[in-house]
């Protein structure tokens, strides 16, 4: 009795936690809902949301720039060679302020993140090649709307390109590398989310041992909770949650 009244003060004592965890799931029900969507309509939504929060990034790197383009001078365009010229497009294009780079980095995440969903949804995976391609993409829109490089637009933009199409190779290769989830991980994010929500994240490994994936939910039953030996009181939490559960509860009944 007392494990059940610790595991409930656990859960009221974290709200940080729970509030963590009710963003994810508001996630993942986004995420759920664009995955029903067509094509047009998910690679919109997606090249939408991203290039707003590009924008919000780009305005605020904006305004720590912004003294540093004030201090670069205008000079005049007849004195300047066509190489000069660029060089101080591409010196404004780097050093804009909030709206100029607002526009840069919206441009470039919008893109990036459109060209990626197309590629994934024709594709039917995410890998390299599709990140180059995304990444050439932005690299090409953002010389057009910068105005970087020299007078020769059209090589400009396919460096452009090609330069963001091998960095973003790079880091997608990389993060591979060092940075790839256990595979048994991917089978217990619904659970993780569940257990996080009401302060029970200790007895994930309680899961993992019982062999109690995110397909096993809605079957979940105190004697199985407790071969898993979850003690009472998180058993009572977690069925409780199933029982909310609209998606889990219906699942159940089937």
């Known amino acids: 009795m007392d494990e059940g009244k610790q595991g409930v003060m656990v859960a009221a004592q974290n709200p940080i936690a729970q509030l963590q965890a009710r963003f994810k799931d508001l996630e993942n029900g986004f995420r759920a809902w664009l995955a029903k969507q067509s094509l047009p309509v998910e690679a919109a939504v997606v090249t939408a949301t991203s290039a707003a929060q590009g924008a919000a990034i780009g305005a605020f790197m904006g305004t720590l720039t912004n003294d540093a383009t004030s201090a670069i001078p205008t000079p005049p365009q007849a004195n300047l060679s066509p190489q000069a010229m660029a060089s101080f497009k591409q010196a404004q294009a780097l050093a804009g302020g909030p709206l100029v780079q607002a526009r840069n980095f919206a441009v470039m995440t919008g893109v990036n993140a459109g060209i990626s969903c197309v590629m994934k949804r024709i594709r039917g995976k995410e890998d390299v090649q599709s990140s180059m391609v995304a990444a050439f993409g932005s690299g090409a829109m953002f010389s057009l709307v910068s105005g970087m490089g020299g007078p020769n637009q059209a090589a400009n933009v396919i460096t452009s390109g090609l330069f963001f199409a091998l960095i973003q190779g790079g880091i997608f290769q990389i993060g591979q590398k060092f940075s790839q989830p256990p595979a048994e991980d991917l089978f217990y ?66």
């Open 189 to 254: 994010s619904r659970t993780r989310s569940m257990l996080t929500s009401l302060g029970l994240q200790n007895y994930e490994k309680n899961f993992k041992r019982g062999l109690l994936t995110d397909s096993t939910l809605p079957l979940l039953t105190d004697s199985a909770l407790k071969d898993a030996r979850i003690p009472p009181g998180p058993r009572l939490l977690i069925l409780d949650h199933i029982q909310r559960d609209p998606e889990l509860k219906n699942a159940r009944r089937l």
